[in-house]
């Protein structure tokens, strides 16, 4: 009997720091859709002060700002049909917050499918550029 007690209280214990867990991890900004989603890509600043995060269906693009360091990660977007860029943006708000763009935008935000995408993204100067296959 004093064996199922222990069971119970440490499955009950354990349930308790899931839950302040899960609330926690909610209570800072997350890109779309959040970490929960699936990402098809996760690029990571070389200074490790923002994260690129890609999910290729529905061309959703976000960046993070992951260090309390006064800089607002940016991002760029080409496309391999055009050596311009096609659009820009900017995690504006400090560590934790991110900023996204996607296909339901419309416009410039739709990617061209089938075709290469490069993304520059910058924070204080520190750059890192990656490419994936827009082909879903």
Known sequence: MKFHRGVRAAVALSSAVLGVLALHGTASARPLPPDGGSW?????GKAGDFKVYV???EDIISICDT?????KPHLRVFTEDSKIQRYEFWAKD????????SALQ???WDLPEGQTITIDACANMK????EFKNNR
């Open 94 to 101: 400090g560590k934790g917050t991110c900023d996204s763009r």
């Open 40 to 44: 098809d890509y996760v690029w990571t």
């Open 106 to 108: 419309g416009g410039k």
């Open 55 to 57: 999910k290729v269906y």
């Open 67 to 71: 260090k309390a360091d006064g800089f």
């Open 127 to 130: 750059c890192g550029r990656w």
